[in-house]
């Protein structure tokens, strides 16, 4: 059947109107099949426009990351339209959806034994490798997550995976820390955690209970778990009680001062995914439970501007010209203010604190140290934080291993499965744990 608005003739014939309105019934309209190509045209525009970001040419698998970029940042504004609508803070809708999407739970397989328990009223999760015949004590690693000391968990897939794939490559038992999080405490809180529960595990009957050499253990991290892990190891070195001492540190990306935020990969990296400068300022604003009022103005480092007295000192243990070689530093400059806003730091001396910033801790602290490996990626932000740790370490006269990858991007050593697989996190990761196989 068909609906004509034609002309009638003599005969019963009909002549189409010179207008297309004679069209089989049911079938849309070219008016309306236009507009769908249109909309359709303009969705796939907006969604490239939202996706696509400039990236360097020498960055592993560009729009892999563009995608993955995109994917986390359309979870930060769902969970930031949360917190407007007042349903939940931000970082806690954020946490949610990012749980929610990769929790895993305690699973054993026949190489590693998987089992979430507390020490002294932290929660961990513990798995352990293999054991080798020929040794009957195993060695240990204390693993502590990233996420801004905000996000994440010890239980979601890519921890899991990580630290499961250290305990059987390992043949070694590896503790990973689940420490509360901002925003539900704040600093210095997360540092006690990680403290309670890695002394609770250096007990000899612990140590005894799983096997573990006292002589063969490492406090490890990446990101805000890198910063969490320095502290520890900081605090670790002066504190008498112990009679346990970590035998290395293996820091990932780690966040190690909140003094400088124009550093020459703070310059370079400022919009590259996954940690922009903006959102790295925000993370440390949360950590303090500042106010969101102070980010620009540390974006542009008024928070330790020469006539801040209590940072100049300070500013002298991170100066980038001379702990960075040239390679890096290239044409940057420094971004020191005469006059600045002494206001931050009054009011978040947290700043100036080293168990939050552990590049500026004293030299008679670092000497301390045990052997450290730091890993570091081109496209991050944090590139220099942990390169001019290892130079102040070195200076202390410890020996440090600078495992720098040119095409690595921050977190990149967590994804290492489908869909999130980076050859550059495969081998960040491999090179990790290779360098703890022959050093622990």
Known sequence: KSSCRGQKLAGGLRVASPFPLCQPAGEPSRGKMRSSCVLLTALVALAAYYVYIPLPGSVSDPWKLMLLDATFRGAQQVSNLIHYLGLSHHLLALNFIIVSFGKKSAWSSAQVKVTDTDFDGVEVRVFEGPPKPEEPLKRSVVYIHGGGWALASAKIRYYDELCTAMAEELNAVIVSIEYRLVPKVYFPEQIHDVVRATKYFLKPEVLQKYMVDPGRICISGDSAGGNLAAALGQQFTQDASLKNKLK???????????????????????????????VMVKYWVDYFKGNYDFVQAMIINNHTSLDVEEAAALRARLNWTSLLPASFTKNYKPVVQTTGNARIVQELPQLLDARSAPLIADQAVLQLLPKTYILTCEHDVLRDDGIMYAKRLESAGVEVTLDHFEDGFHGCMIFTSWPTNFSVGIRTRNSYIKWLDQNL
């Open 248 to 278: 290395l540190q293996a820091l990932i990306y780690p966040v190690l001062q909140a003094l400088d935020f124009n550093t020459p990969s703070y310059q370079q990296n400022v919009n590259t995914p996954i940690l922009p400068r903006y």
